[in-house]
């Protein structure tokens, strides 16, 4: 069985749609500053925000090319630097607030491979579970591989590979929040932007046949 297929077809997932912020471009070299997430329903109905400032770990260093951006950002190095935690606190609390969520859980990012990646390394160091769902022995909050927006944005609006991205959909998906690089108000602009790709989702006809015996 695949991890798509373990989910229940008839059950609303409640989507926690994530953004983070961090010092470098990976988990293995750099901290992560800072997350926020939404949970939200594939109609919109919202189930509350988490938001977490992260001490950076001593372990990791800080990439000069992304803090050079950080420079032209203040407001949002701000945001993403005061009244930091320890992951150890955060990431237990993290993964308690999503298991008191309307279930079952997935987790959505824009693009997963940054932002999940993020999220996935720092659950499974500091709280024993991951983004992924599957058939693992560790706790499980997610179902699933969980959502890209990037993706799924790029997709929907049939678009050719090389012309994918975020910013290339309206304000209107975004229920014009601007994208400030502080983790709230992205989170919060990616939420909106679900709502709107699922719509266009659901107007598709269905993908009918036999299902495969993929494992």
Known sequence: MSL??????????????????????????????????????????RYGE????????PDRKQNEQTMDWW?????????????????????PRFADWVDSLPGPHVFVAAPMIFDGLWMDHYLDEYAGTRVLGGPFKTRQIFKGGGVCLYTMAGTLRGAPYLDWGMSK?????????PHTHKAIDDARGFANVLVELLKLSRALPPITGTPSDFR
């Open 71 to 91: 420079q032209t950002q203040p407001e949002a190095w701000e945001a993403a630097t005061t009244g930091d935690e320890a992951p150890e606190v955060v990431m």
């Open 169 to 177: 959909l309206p304000a209107e998906f975004y229920g014009h929040v």
């Open 4 to 45: 798509l297929q373990s989910v229940d077809a008839t059950a609303n997932p409640t989507f926690v749609v994530t953004d983070i912020e961090a010092d470098g471009p990976t988990p293995l070299h750099n901290s992560m500053l800072s997350f926020a997430s939404v949970a939200i329903d594939a109609d919109g109905n």
């Open 50 to 57: 988490f938001e977490a400032v992260l001490i950076p770990r």
